[in-house]
DNA sequence: TCTATTGTTCGATTATGATCGAACTTTAGA
DNA sequence: TCTAAAGTTCGATCATAATCGAACAATAGA
């Protein structure tokens, strides 16, 4: 099984976070994730194909954002909240609650466009 | 004399915002922002060439940061606090706090590598 | 009016990344 | 042992953007 790399916190870099979290893609992933705490990379309703799918979820992972593990053919996906709140106190969820309150979601949904 | 673009307050979009934020001179920029309320482009002690500095300071502009204005020769460049901060409440805070307890200046300063 | 200052625009180069389908890998289960 | 399911990797394409120097525009001041 692939060992898959994980950041130290330390090794978290503010810029690389905030380019991950600037794609609505990502965005509405993190935004899943915050409601499900784990989910597996099918579980996201996304119009991507699913080589995209992955693509993206290795920049949340090698950013720091996520955390990722294998459970049979699954990839199990987390927040690391832990890590982002010791680094940088209250930006995960400024941004979050941000994202929620925006329509940015529906204009993922709607067709990437723009 | 030229019509600079500023998009509305609701055309602000959270992903350009933290798009415009994921650079490290950017990042910068804003953080003496912060420090100075308001300021010109020759104040910026950046690393990159004048005509780089003018294409950063207008992705900034465009995606809703900043508001620049005209003075003689020089253009005044300062932050959309309220703006921001009406529609996404505390992210500009946590992001630039992030930055100042962060060593991502100085790894600008010192050669934009990595 | 001439010149220096300040910043923008243009054209070119280079790098990065978003996207897809196809092929592959790994594991679970029949 | 097969097969299906879940993701990853690969190769290709296309778009965006970071960067520079050179040329340009606008203004202030001598």
Same mark, same amino acid.
């Given at each position: 099984?692939?060992?898959?790399?994980?950041?130290?916190?330390?090794? !978290?870099?503010? *810029? /690389? %976070?905030?380019?991950?979290? /600037?794609?609505? %893609?990502?965005?509405?992933?993190? *935004?899943?994730?915050?409601?499900?705490?784990?989910? /597996?990379?099918?579980?996201?309703?996304?119009? %991507?194909?699913?080589?995209?799918? *992955?693509?993206?979820?290795?920049?949340?992972?090698? /950013?720091? %954002?996520? +955390?990722?593990? *294998?459970?049979?053919?699954?990839?199990? !996906?987390? !927040?690391?909240?832990?890590?982002?709140?010791?680094?940088?106190?209250?930006?995960?969820?400024?941004?979050?609650?941000?994202?929620? +309150?925006?329509?940015?979601?529906?204009?993922?949904?709607?067709?990437?466009?723009?």
């Amino acid at each position: 099984m692939k060992i898959l790399h994980h950041p130290d916190r330390a090794d !978290i870099h503010l *810029s /690389s %976070v905030l380019y991950a979290l /600037s794609d609505p %893609v990502r965005l509405f992933i993190l *935004s899943e994730l915050r409601k499900h705490q784990e989910r /597996s990379c099918g579980d996201f309703d996304v119009p %991507v194909a699913k080589s995209t799918l *992955s693509h993206h979820t290795r920049t949340l992972r090698e /950013s720091g %954002v996520v +955390n990722v593990r *294998s459970l049979g053919t699954q990839r199990l !996906i987390s !927040i690391r909240t832990d890590d982002l709140e010791i680094r940088f106190p209250g930006l995960l969820t400024s941004i979050l609650d941000a994202y929620e +309150n925006s329509d940015e979601k529906q204009q993922m949904l709607l067709g990437l466009e723009q």
